[in-house]
Structures are given as C-alpha cells and as structure tokens.
C-alpha cells in the first residue's frame, strides 16, 4: 500500500522510482553502451596553453599511422558554423552583447586550456591517441587573462581580437530604479555591505558526456546519440545553425543518462564535430569523455564576484538593495550563459522580502577559461547566496536576532510584485520558518553548543530562507529578454486498444524520476493503475518537440503539457462512453477506471471504452473518428516559486579549522507534491551539492590559465561523511495558481538555500568564541577557516 494509503499509487504515493531497478541492476542503456558497427573512434588534441596563437599544424607524420582515417583541424570548419549562443541579453545602453564566434575546432587561436584545436578520426582510441601526439603544433604563446576585473582594464589581453574589449556586455535592473536606489541608500539609517565570491565549480555528473555520429548515405540522414538534457534543442541549434542540416534529417537521441546538473544542457562542439566527422568519413564516430578531459571541458558554474548593499531605517525594515556583479563567461559563449547572472539572477534579488527599491549590475567578462554556464540552480543560488549572507551580517551590526529581522520583512500577501519584475503567486514564508524552528529544534541548540564546548569545539547556527523560480516562461516574454528559443513543453499520450498508455514527452530524464511521477498524475486522472502507463522521451524521433530538463521545469511545465493532453484523451473518451451507454456527453463521469452515468447504475470500464475506440462498432464514425491518441502543447503563464527555510548546525575545530556539520534541517515549499519520496531525495541531492560548494569544492587557475584543480586529486567532491543525515519537511504547501497540478518544482532547492545556511552557520560558530569575522568565501576550507581565525 503506498504512503498515503492509496491503492492505485498515483499523486501524493510515495512509490519506488521504476527505473532504479535497471539501474542497480546493471541495465542502464547510457551512451557509452551504445556501439555501432564499423564504428571509428576520436581523440580531440587540445590546447595545453590557455591563450595561442596557432601558428601551424603538421598532420603529415600523424596521418600515415596505423588506424588513422582523417585528421581535422579548424580549416575543415571554416564554411561551417560556429557552437551558437541561444540567449542573446541586452545591456543597459540598448546594446547588443558581444558575441563571438566559437569555432568547432579552435582556428587562428586557442583561447583556454582544452580549446580543441585537431580532432583524430581512428579505427581504435588508442591509434587516435597516438596519431594525436604525433601531431605538430607550432603554438606561439600569448599573455592570457583570467581575473574578470584585469581583463576590464585598458590593455589587457583580448580574449577575441575582433571584439572591441573582454566586456560581453554591461547589464543594469531594474535601470529605472538605479537613480531612486542610490539616493534610498545615501540616506539610510543604516547601510550593511559585504563582498564576496561565489566559487567557480565542475559539475561532475556520474557520466561523462558521449557523442555518436552516424551517417545514412541512403536517406542523407543523420543521427546522433548524446548525453544531453535536451535533444531537441541540441536537434535545433545544430541542425540549423551549425551543420546546416534539415531537422527532418536529424534525429537525436539521448538515452539513459548519469547525472547532468545543468552542464548537459548545453550543444557542445564535440557534439557538432561527431555528426559533421560521420558523413565526411562514411563511418559511425564515437567519442566518450575522460574525466580528465571534462574538467577542461564541460562547462563550469558559478563565478561571481559581487558587491552587495543593504539600507535600512532605523526599526531594520529594508529600504534598498544595491549589487553589483562581475559574472565569468570563460572563453565562449555558452548556450544559455549570457542569461544566467542576468534574467536568472537579477529577477531574484528580491528574495522573499519586500525590499522596495532594488537595482542589481551585472558586468559578463570573456577570460581565458572554460566557458561558464548553468549548474544546478543557474543564478539563483547566487542571488540567494549574496542576499542572505548580507542580511545576517545587518541583523548582526544592528543587534537583531537574524529570523526575526528576516520575518520582520517577509513578504505576506500574495500575489506580490516585485521591485524586479517578476510575481510571486503564493507564499507562506513564515509558515517555512515556523516548520524549520521546529524540525531543527532551534530550542535545544543552546545545549547543544554547550556539549560540543565541552568537547573543545566550536558550535554555530546558521539560518536562511531562499525562493527560486522554477519553469521558466512564458515564452512570449523570454524571447523579449533574449531567449531563443520557446520554453513551453509538449506531450503526446497515446492510448492503446487494450487501454495501457504512452506517453510521448520532451522533458528528459535524467535522475528525476520521470518514469515514476510521470506515470501517477496520468494514472490518477483515469483511475488506473500507474504501471499501464510508460514514460518515452529522449528521442526526437517519437516526441513531436520539446525543450528539455533543467530550471526544476519537468513536472510544472512537462507534467502540465501531459494533463492537457490526458483531459483531451478523457474528454474523447466520454463521447465514446455516451454512446456505447446510450447516454448524454455531460451526464457520463469517470473514477476509478470506470465510465458511469450520472445518477444511474451504468456503467463502463475504461479498457472497454479504448478498445472502442479502436474497433468502432458502436458509434458513428461521422460524428467521432477513431483512435485515441492527443497532443498538447503547454506554454506557463509565469514561473512557479518555490521557496523555503534552512537550518544548519555546524563544529568547528578551533585548532585546525575544520568544519563539519552535524545537523541540516530544510523546510520547502514546493506546492503540490506528486511523490514525498522522490522530492526528499532531490532536497537531499541539492544539499549534499550546496554542501560541496560550501565546504570542498573551487575551480582555481593559476595566473597563466593552468587549471591547477584539474583532477579529484585538487577538486575535492563531497563524500558521504562529509554530510549529515538530513531533515527535510514540506508539508507548508501553497499551491502554484496557474498550472493544472499547482506544482512549483523542487529539483534545484537544496542547491539555492543551503551554501549561505553553512557559511551563516560558521561565522556564528567564530562569532560566538569572540572572534570578530563578518564573511569567509567559500570554499570553507580547514585552512581558510584557521586563517580567519588568526587574523
């Protein structure tokens, strides 16, 4: 029996993922497993400089090795296009951003370390290897740049010689309030200010990215397995922006996939260059990632240098918030880069407080590093991060206890607008913040820092709320702010004749359980039992269009696009049912499977009906046509917010400066909840990963542009006894108004509220020994704690 006592196991059940079962069993279909036959392998040669000019390339040795079939170079790609940008942001002037050209293959110059700059095509990786490293180089080396405020100044390096400066663009939000701001806070009873960084990270999914390029010269079609979070914006971007091929001869198919975390968004070259490769050389082409490979690579996250200003009157209400930001974009524009530290940052500077004037800059800066886009959160967690740390740092400098300053401002009536152009729709942070006090047991912490004192450490409270938007849309208002593509998502359900069900979505799984919940929303509209209904997607193929998984969309946007298409099935369904009990359309009802008549004991099961609609002898084909298959396309009317309070408790080794926590408490809201299970298991993911970057983790160059964090043995990833057992909660549930499951989303929560819950929790840990420290950047490193300490 599942968790809510119901028997077919649809919304509110806490029922078993069905995928893990192939999963721990060994049965995942992953992109790696995937081999075609005659199929040829490809090792990228890359740049070991982090800026060169490329002189010369020598493949003559190189090409007469064993197992080499071609070599390419950048000259193979100069009439192809360029990896495109889908997000194009407008600066505060009116202008454009700057948008270089990213080349498939590095050509004239390389412009990070792991630019690929050959590509060798070879009958086994390990020949491709070797051709490779007989391949010669003539690189001149040149000064590379990678501090955002040095690449700013006059003189500096150029990452992109035909641009006119490092600057992608010179973002400001709300402009109108920049003025009204400035004054609000010269004015100000009390002015809090902090900066700080938000640390550059590599997401580091379980799977490494995969490409395989296929070519049939008999239908000039192509395909392409990848591991990618999205397949049909990859299709898209590819098809008719790099490659130039029809999207009806382009399928793309995205199979099981390990983990992605917003660096599978992304249409990577290697991607493009594996489709190009397989019809120049009439061969199936592989390529799989080392993890060496990906941490020069994948595209980062995070990077933020940020400036941030808290005005308050006298009673602590809050009157303004100034930022100002230096966001890394790394060499190249990623996909959706240039939105991240913009729409997806500055619209929630607001947090979950009525802060009247709000006016947030943001400077983009190319350097000469790995390209920086979305990671688990994308802007959120960053606006969240400089927020929340600001507003304990006030409630410390004006003497107020941290909660009661935050409730003192919280939001309270809904639907709200804020001074950053977005509404929040529902909300009860008070609620959150009553359930966190309580889950946490803020009462007893007290004596709690009193045994760990005894134990000669260092015990700290650290608290914060966040709030997040989640399913980004409408997709007539994001294309105004620069997106390029739709946002909306599709579903097709097709029900069979014996009354099982398919359903074709876009959203793409790739540890979200999809298949389970999915499968329960569209069960419990019918009154069926979930294992009648399948999940497909992942395959542009057999889903009519789709934008992806990222942006905790899945279920508010993709599940929203099924509900559509499963009322039209049901819809349909009842016309059938009417006329096999003979019976009026609005008088026929369905529950439990069944079809009866209002009123009257007729009735008629739901296989019954389907397998009428497929053999239709008992109505009239001129008023109904057979079968029942739907589409819907669905399109929101605002993003979802989900938001919620955190609690962490850490010791700290005043000796050492360690850091460990011992408790972490999250209270979420998160609207409806369609499976308890599998939403604590994502909170419990997104915090161990805000954990991470809290305490572990830091992409570091050196100053030549040497990755020197390169390996786990520098890039240190979180293991399970660096994290509590955690207590999650989210039963303070207001539902979204305005999708059809008044769902909010809750894949990224954990990421976005817990950093700044850690780093709170660690300065109080040091305040409360009478050390006078108001911020540490993360990562909260042992030695950077102890030399906090010392100074």
């Known amino acids: 029996m599942p968790a809510d006592g119901s028997s077919n196991g649809g919304i509110g059940a806490s029922t078993k993922r069905r995928e893990d079962v192939r999963f721990l069993t060994g049965n995942g279909n992953y992109t790696d497993d995937i081999n075609a036959n005659g199929q040829a392998y490809v090792y990228f040669l890359r740049s070991e400089m982090a800026h060169a000019k490329i002189n010369s390339i020598d493949t003559s040795d190189a090409e007469k090795m064993d197992g080499v079939i071609r070599i390419f170079t950048g000259e193979d790609f100069v009439e192809v296009g360029g990896v495109p940008c889908g997000w194009e942001v407008t600066d505060r002037f009116g202008n454009a951003m700057q948008e270089p050209r990213h080349p498939i293959l590095a050509h004239g110059k390389a412009r990070h370390v792991g630019d690929p700059i050959c590509a060798v095509v070879a009958e086994t990786l390990e020949q491709a290897r070797d051709a490779a490293e007989a391949i010669e180089l003539d690189l001149e080396e040149l000064p590379a740049v990678i501090d955002m405020k040095e690449a700013l100044k006059d003189g500096s390096p150029k990452v992109h010689d035909e641009l006119t400066s490092n600057l992608c663009y010179d973002w400001g939000f709300v402009e109108e309030n920049r003025d009204a701001v400035d004054e609000a806070i010269k004015n100000a009873h009390h002015v809090t200010t902090l900066e700080l960084r938000n640390n550059r990270l590599i997401a580091n999914p379980m799977e490494p990215r995969v490409a395989i390029g296929m070519f049939d010269r008999t239908t000039d079609e192509h395909t392409l397995y990848t591991t990618s979070q999205n397949p049909h914006v990859i299709r898209l971007l590819m098809g008719a922006f790099v490659l130039g091929i029809p999207e009806h001869k382009l399928r793309v198919i995205s199979p099981d996939v390990g983990g992605g975390f917003g660096t599978k968004i992304f249409h990577y070259a290697e991607e493009a260059f594996c489709t190009f490769a397989a019809k120049a050389v009439n061969r199936p082409v592989k390529w799989t990632c080392s993890r060496s490979e990906a941490f020069v690579s994948d595209a980062h996250g995070r990077d933020h240098v940020t400036k941030i200003e808290l005005a308050m009157d006298e009673e602590g209400n809050f009157l303004a918030l100034r930022t100002d930001t230096h966001a890394n974009m790394g060499a190249y524009l990623s996909t959706f880069a240039p939105s991240v530290p913009t729409w997806l940052h500055g619209t929630l500077m607001a947090g979950n407080y009525k802060t009247p004037l709000i006016y947030v800059n943001v400077k983009a800066v190319f350097t000469n590093t790995v390209p920086v886009d979305a990671y688990r959160g994308a802007g959120r967690p960053e606006a969240s991060f400089q927020l929340e740390r600001v507003i304990d740092k006030a409630a410390y400098e004006i003497g107020k206890d941290p909660i009661e300053l935050r409730r003192q401002n919280f939001i309270t009536e809904f639907p ?45 409270l650290g608290v914060n709320c966040y709030i997040e938007a989640c399913g980004i849309a409408p997709s007539n208002l994001v294309g105004q702010l620069g997106a390029r593509a739709g946002l909306y ?17 876009g959203s793409h799984s790739h540890g979200q359980g999809h298949e389970t919940a999915f499968p329960q929303v569209i069960a419990d509209m019918i009154g069926i039992d979930p294992s009648q209904v399948d999940i497909v997607h992942g395959d542009t193929s057999k889903v009519p269009m789709g934008m992806g998984t990222y942006g905790s969309r899945s ?26 009990m003979e019976a009026s359309e609005g008088d026929i009802e369905l529950k439990d499977g069944q079809f009866t008549v209002a009123g009257t004991d007729k009735s008629v099961a739901w296989g019954d009906v389907t397998l009428a609609a497929y053999v239709p002898h008992n109505y009239p084909l001129e008023d109904l046509e057979p079968g029942l298959e739907e589409t819907a396309f669905y399109d929101p009317a605002n993003f979802t917010y989900p938001s919620g309070a955190y609690a962490c408790e850490v010791e700290v080794d005043p000796e050492t400066g360690k850091v460990t926590i ?17 939403v604590d298991g994502q909170v419990h993911g997104g915090i161990g990963q805000g954990i991470g970057q809290a305490l572990l983790e830091q992409a570091v160059y050196d100053e030549d542009g040497q990755l020197i964090s390169g390996s786990y043995m520098d890039y240190a990833m979180p293991r399970a006894d660096d994290v509590p057992f955690y207590t999650v909660d989210h039963s303070c549930q207001t539902p979204c108004t305005h999708n059809p499951l008044g769902v909010k989303g809750c894949g990224e929560a954990g990421a976005i509220g817990s950093p700044p819950a850690v780093v709170n929790a660690v300065v109080d840990a040091l305040r409360r020994a009478g050390q006078d420290i108001t911020h540490i950047d993360m990562p909260l490193t042992p030695s950077r704690v102890w030399q906090a300490m010392q100074s």
């Open 416 to 460: 709200y607008a804020t001074p950053v152009a977005v509404e929040y729709d529902t909300g009860d942070y008070n609620a959150t913040m009553d359930k966190m006090i309580e889950i946490a047991d803020l009462a007893g912490f007290e004596k709690r820092a009193a045994e760990s004192a005894d134990n000669g450490k260092l015990r700290g």
């Open 489 to 505: 998502e599709s579903a097709t359900v097709r029900v069979n004749a014996t009354g099982s069900i398919s359903v074709m979505t």
């Open 555 to 580: 279920l508010a946007v993709g599940g929203s696009a099924m509900v559509r298409a499963t009322e039209k099935i049901i819809n349909k369904a009842k016309k059938i049912a009417a006329h096999l």
């Open 662 to 678: 011992e408790r972490f408490s999250a209270a979420d809201d998160f609207g409806n909840i369609v499976n308890p299970m599998i």
